[in-house]
């Protein structure tokens, strides 16, 4: 797992595993910076490895996961990891992709671009990671409705619930066996 954001996804696949509805091993967490995720990490037993530089590409290949989860990372993977990781990291994007995706769109931005677009669906997408932001192919997707009195917050809060529900499912679907 690779984060540097608040946590709530990791927590939330981390309840999984905890319950046994998720049979997976989680290695690490990967981040560059004690942040929410961490806490949640300390919380479960789940090492964290802190990304120092360029340092990454040797943090991923040494523990050789078979699927790296992103959870609140903000930066652009290195190609050496897309080649090296190829089809084996997934992303989640509060959004129905292709729409509201794209470098900028995040966090609570993606929220507010649909409410000025006056879509009346919008919802959340779990997709491969390539070379582009939010471009790479669609595992899954999830709608949820804009309601006439959302603000992007509200509207947040729901898709957020949504992300908890289907990010752990692909984990699980694609993960069988036992490592993320």
């Known amino acids: 797992m690779i984060s540097t954001g608040r946590g709530s996804n990791f927590e939330a696949i981390m309840r999984r595993v905890a319950s046994g509805e998720l049979n997976v091993e989680c290695a690490s967490l990967i981040t560059f910076k004690n942040c929410k995720a961490t806490e949640v990490a300390s919380k479960y037993n789940v090492p964290v490895r802190f990304i120092e530089g360029d340092n990454l590409f040797e943090i991923l290949q040494s523990e050789n996961p078979n699927l ?58 779990v997709h491969f990671v390539n070379n582009d932001y939010d471009a790479g192919k669609i595992i899954a997707q999830v709608a949820v409705p804009v309601l006439p009195n959302d603000t992007p917050e509200i509207l947040a809060e729901r898709v957020l619930k949504e992300e908890h529900n289907i990010y752990w499912q692909v984990i699980r679907d694609f993960a069988g066996n036992n490592q993320c």
Not at 87 to 95: G, L, Q, S
Not at 99 to 122: D, L, M, R
């Open 68 to 125: 790296i989860v992103l959870s609140g990372y903000m930066r652009k993977i290195p190609e050496n990891i897309l080649d090296r990781f190829e089809n084996k990291i997934i992303n989640i994007h509060p959004a129905l992709l292709p729409s509201f995706g794209g470098k900028g769109c995040y966090g609570i931005h993606v929220h507010e671009k649909a409410i000025e677009a006056g879509v009346k669906i919008t919802g959340v997408t």
